[in-house]
């Protein structure tokens, strides 16, 4: 089964959208460092859209891309609840284009450790510094491969709520900074459960190959910080956050 699909109706259900409220208001607090106030945003793999609907809510013209129908059209309809405007489309990481350009682009929740090679991470930067205007920002995080070998080596995870519950059993594979997960949910339809299975796969990326790619990119990497905070990051950071510039 293909990975955000069955998923989508029970992400928001299981708290999975909590990351990129955090993560909005992070970056808000990063825009204040800068004195940057972005006019237009367009949130990649926007997922559910929940970080989009809070840029929406703060007068931002919104746009969100995600590879997944599922995820978007539960965004679209959060946005439609809400009597919000956002723009969203379906379009890979890789590949995406924008009919009109933004101030900032986001990335937010592991995304972009579903890009599996540098030729991919490349080509999703390439085309983020095509969607914004010279001198926008781009502030995104990502899982360091100290995150793929700590919490996604070889571990099980598992909880539930009242109508889910989800085991993610995963493994790593160091030589390639990768790893599988497997997750299993269960979701409770009336007096049985509906299971379902999806193969997740994440690349770690450390600073030195994000620098390298932001630069081949066309991008200056402004701060790099531990994800959440303003300190500097080591080699025990598990997630990076980046701010870069198009140059
Ligand atoms: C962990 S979710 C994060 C969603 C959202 N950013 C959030 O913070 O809740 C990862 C998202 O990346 C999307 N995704 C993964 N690989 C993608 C690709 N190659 N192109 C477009 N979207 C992709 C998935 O569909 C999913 O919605």
């Known amino acids: 089964m293909r990975v955000y699909s069955k998923f989508a109706s029970v992400y928001d259900r299981i708290g999975s959208d909590q990351f990129s409220a955090k993560m909005f208001r992070y970056t808000q607090r990063l825009l204040n460092r800068l004195d940057y106030r972005p006019r237009?945003?367009?949130?990649?793999?926007?997922?559910?859209?929940?970080?989009?609907?809070?840029?929406?809510?703060?007068?931002?013209?919104?746009?969100?891309?995600?590879?997944?129908?599922?995820?978007?059209?539960?965004?679209?309809?959060?946005?439609?609840?809400?009597?919000?405007?956002?723009?969203?489309?379906?379009?890979?990481?890789?590949?995406?284009?924008?009919?009109?350009?933004?101030?900032?682009?986001?990335?937010?929740?592991?995304?972009?450790?579903?890009?599996?090679?540098?030729?991919?991470?490349?080509?999703?930067?390439?085309?983020?510094?095509?969607?914004?205007?010279?001198?926008?920002?781009?502030?995104?995080?990502?899982?360091?491969?100290?995150?793929?070998?700590?919490?996604?080596?070889?571990?099980?995870?598992?909880?539930?709520?009242?109508?889910?519950?989800?085991?993610?059993?995963n493994c790593y594979f160091p030589k390639l900074k990768r790893a599988e997960i497997k997750a299993t949910f269960f979701v409770r339809q009336g007096s049985s459960w509906e299971r379902f299975e999806e193969n997740h796969a994440e690349r770690g990326y450390g600073i030195t190959e994000i620098k390298k790619v932001l630069k081949i990119s066309g991008f200056k990497a402004v701060k790099i910080y531990?994800?959440?905070?303003?300190?500097?990051?080591d080699r025990k950071t598990i997630r990076l956050a980046v701010v870069a510039q198009k140059k």
């Open 226 to 233: 531990e994800c959440l905070t303003f300190a500097k990051p």
């Open 40 to 169: 237009s945003v367009l949130d990649l793999a926007c997922g559910t859209g929940t970080a989009a609907l809070m840029w929406a809510d703060n007068n931002v013209v919104t746009y969100g891309i995600d590879g997944s129908e599922q995820m978007l059209s539960v965004a679209r309809k959060k946005a439609r609840d809400n009597g919000l405007n956002i723009s969203f489309s379906r379009q890979q990481l890789t590949s995406f284009t924008m009919a009109k350009k933004v101030d900032l682009a986001t990335c937010y929740f592991d995304s972009l450790n579903y890009l599996l090679t540098l030729s991919d991470l490349t080509a999703c930067f390439k085309s983020a510094r095509r969607a914004l205007y010279d001198g926008g920002y781009f502030i995104f995080d990502v899982n360091t491969p100290e995150a793929m070998k700590v919490l996604w080596g070889s571990q099980v995870y598992a909880d539930e709520t009242e109508n889910v519950a989800w085991i993610w059993k």
